[in-house]
């Protein structure tokens, strides 16, 4: 569920659990983790209401419905004008695609 930081930008958050966290590092898992245990991490996108509406960054291909549901909620019938990607990555352009074709009428803005 989205939830109003500030007046008009809405953080959109997506959890990811795991268990197995050394199949991620090279060499072993870092110190902090507890083999078993379930790590959690965060990824955010944040939706900015104004004359014109801004999503910058949008989420994991995991959180798919999740983003679309949540975008549309906030939007509650207006245009999403800009998508916005902080960088090529999964948690940050991984569900551009999906946007862009439900909200046509928006703009991507990326690097290159």
Not at 58 to 63: F, I, V
Not at 86 to 108: D, F, V
């Amino acid at each position: 569920m989205p939830r109003e930081v500030v007046d008009d930008l809405y953080l959109i958050q997506e959890c990811n659990a795991r268990t197995a966290l050394t199949e991620q590092y090279s060499k072993e898992a870092p110190d902090w983790y507890e083999e078993g245990k379930t790590v959690h991490s965060s990824k955010s996108a944040y939706l900015l209401l104004g004359e014109e509406t801004l999503l910058f960054d949008t989420l994991s291909p995991a959180a798919t419905e999740q983003v679309l549901t949540e975008v549309d909620d906030v939007l509650d019938g207006r245009d999403l004008d800009y998508i916005v990607v902080s960088h090529p990555e999964a948690p940050h352009a991984g569900n551009s695609r999906e946007l862009c074709a439900a909200h046509p009428e928006a703009e991507l803005i990326a690097p290159d």
